[in-house]
């Protein structure tokens, strides 16, 4: 099995930063793409950022600038550092990895629990 525990959010002024962070433990042989989700109250979950094993990333446009996707593959460890962020940011952010438990298995996609980030005005 293969946990993933997200830490980091909270409450920040618009315009200000956060990060949030997602390590993944357990059963695990290697990982593939990570990536960040987001889910405001009402509205359909969307990706934000993802970064590929050799470190290739990419953004939705309206983060592009702000946040930066990064990992630790050391660590199976992804992180999110967002900047300038604005009131319709805040959301839950959910972590996501595509991780083989063995080398023969099929990629499996994990969540994280989510981590809530707040945007006041």
């Known amino acids: 099995q293969v946990q993933r525990v997200e830490s980091g959010g909270g409450l920040v002024q618009a315009g200000g930063s956060l990060s949030v962070s997602c390590a993944a433990s357990?059963?695990?042989?290697?990982?593939?793409?990570m990536a960040w989700y987001r889910q405001a109250p009402g509205k359909q979950r969307e990706l934000v950022a993802w970064?590929?094993?050799?470190?290739?990333?990419n953004q939705i446009s309206s983060v592009k600038g702000r946040f930066t996707i990064s990992r630790d593959n050391s660590k199976n460890t992804v992180y999110l550092q967002m900047n300038s962020l604005i009131p319709e940011e805040s959301a839950v952010y959910y972590c996501n990895a595509d991780v083989k438990t063995t080398p023969g298995s099929r990629l499996i996609s994990y969540w994280g629990q989510g981590t809530q980030v707040t945007v006041s005005s």
């Open positions: 357990g059963t695990i042989f290697s990982i593939g793409v």
């Open positions: 970064i590929s094993p050799g470190g290739t990333t």
